[in-house]
């Protein structure tokens, strides 16, 4: 599985999911509290924007993953979303 993020506008990114000839994509809006709280800026938010793809990859198909959110629903799904993933 291919994960690419590319950052639209600040906060706003596009994440595309490749494998073999089967894509999709997803909007992502990140707020920088939210990002400032998970990782203290000790990655970048495409990094973590990543990170958390390979953790709702490792739960759920690609085509399960909501095609536009807010990565702080992720933990309303997950609860222990923000402990696996945070920085610091």
Do not use: C, W
């Amino acid at each position: 599985m291919k994960i690419q993020v590319k950052e639209k506008n600040r906060g706003e990114f596009l994440v595309t999911l490749k494998t073999g000839e089967s894509e999709s994509q997803h909007a992502v809006e990140l707020d920088d509290e939210y990002y400032q709280r998970l990782t203290g800026g000790a990655i970048t938010e495409k990094e973590l924007i990543k990170k958390s793809f390979e953790f709702l990859l490792k739960r759920e198909s690609k085509e399960s993953i909501l095609s536009r959110f807010n990565l702080e629903v992720i933990s309303r799904y997950f609860p222990e979303y923000e402990g696996k993933i945070r920085v610091v």
